[in-house]
């Protein structure tokens, strides 16, 4: 196939399109190649995908109207994996306007020009971050999801609004993921991964918030690109048996869809922090710290739709997953 990749310089854009390449489909990626981190990063995950003859990047901003809709007609994808976003719920408290052009202004771009180019699926990033106040673990799809306690939890939310809209009114296939805690080689740098591993290397404290009494499903970017992969080749469906009287929130009368992907297996901040100690050889400072507003304290994923519709199953131990990323870093960042 020829799909389009939002973020392609991105975390999971990048991984994702490499998938996608390694079993033969035609890769259009694009990103703005923005500097809310290093730009030489981004760059360093475009050159794998560079190295691939079926890879084509454009350099585009999809909150560019004119750009966006000038892409998909001279590109003709058949279909889409959107995962161009501002990320961060910290930064959305001192920096909203950047999620409302990006995150709102950009996903309407990308759906006009899945409705008017007869895009077999657009995929989405959703985030687990919609589940906002909610306390009921696991979090499920079937839940209501209507108080979020960020602006980007609130603009991921409006995404899956926006999808069903453009589901229903031109019959557009779309699947919304709400993405838990990824981790693992080439992740960003302003998430907790990279930010421990840095300091415990260097000597230098973690902040550890909540006082380390997070939990977070943790899940490898391997896990996660699999299941991408599994849901963009299965178009979403109607559900016959929605009930207007009693609504499902993740699924619809329209080809509307939306799944956790998540690990489906919370792990304490602090056993995390222990396994990257243990990968480094290097016991971390830690300074602890009150939560932080917009910040919710346990993440904890239901993907029991995923596996019954995809046969998703998570397969990365922990351990595991930490010690490849731990390596990754040290050979990328020659650390010691």
């Given at each position: 196939?020829?799909?389009?990749?939002?973020?392609?310089?991105?975390?999971?854009?990048?991984?994702?399109?490499?998938?996608?390449?390694?079993?033969?489909?035609?890769?259009?990626?694009?990103?703005?190649?923005?500097?809310?981190?290093?730009?030489?990063?981004?760059?360093?995950?475009?050159?794998?995908?560079?190295?691939?003859?079926?890879?084509?990047?454009?350099?585009?901003d999809i909150a560019d109207r004119q750009a966006v809709a000038d892409l998909f007609a001279k590109e003709n994808p058949q279909r889409v994996i959107h995962l161009a976003a501002q990320a961060g719920v910290r930064y959305s408290i001192t920096n909203p306007h950047a999620?409302?052009?990006?995150?709102?202004?950009?996903?309407?771009?990308?759906?006009?020009?899945?409705?008017?180019?007869?895009?077999e699926h657009l995929v989405y990033a959703s985030s687990s971050s919609v589940y906002g106040a909610n306390t009921r673990?696991?979090?499920?799809?079937?839940?209501?999801?209507?108080?979020?306690?960020?602006?980007?939890a609130a603009s991921k939310k409006a995404n899956e609004l926006m999808a069903h809209t453009y589901s229903y009114l031109y019959n557009l296939p779309t699947t919304g993921l709400r993405f838990f805690t990824v981790y693992g080689p080439w992740g960003r740098p302003d998430m907790s991964p990279i930010l421990f591993a840095h300091n415990i290397m260097q000597g230098k404290p973690i902040d550890v918030f909540n006082y380390?009494?997070?939990?977070?499903?943790?899940?490898?970017?391997?896990?996660?690109?699999t299941g991408v992969t599994k849901v963009v080749d299965k178009p979403a469906q109607a559900n016959p048996n929605w009930a207007s009287e009693n609504p499902d929130p993740g699924t619809s009368t329209s080809p509307y869809r939306v799944y956790n992907i998540g690990n489906n297996n919370p792990v304490h901040l602090l056993h995390f922090i222990e396994a990257?100690?243990?990968?480094?050889?290097?016991k971390a400072i830690k300074?602890?710290?009150?939560?932080?507003?917009?910040d919710v304290p346990d993440t904890y994923a239901d993907v029991s739709d995923l596996i019954a519709e995809f046969d998703y199953k998570p397969s990365t131990p922990l351990e595991v997953g930490v010690n490849a990323f731990?390596?990754?870093?040290?050979?990328?960042y020659k650390a010691c």
């Open positions: 196939m020829k799909i389009l990749v939002t973020g392609a310089a991105g975390f999971i854009g990048s991984m994702q399109g490499i998938r996608l390449l390694d079993r033969g489909d035609e890769v259009i990626g694009i990103d703005n190649l923005n500097d809310y981190y290093d730009v030489n990063l981004k760059l360093a995950r475009l050159a794998r995908l560079q190295t691939y003859p079926h890879f084509k990047f454009i350099k585009l999620y409302i052009d990006s995150n709102i202004v950009g996903f309407i771009n990308i759906l006009e020009g899945c409705r008017y180019h007869n895009i673990m696991p979090f499920s799809v079937h839940d209501n999801v209507d108080h979020p306690v960020s602006l980007y380390g009494n997070h939990r977070r499903d943790f899940t490898y970017i391997d896990d996660i690109v990257l100690e243990n990968a480094i050889g290097k300074n602890f710290l009150p939560m932080q507003p917009g731990v390596e990754w870093y040290k050979a990328l």
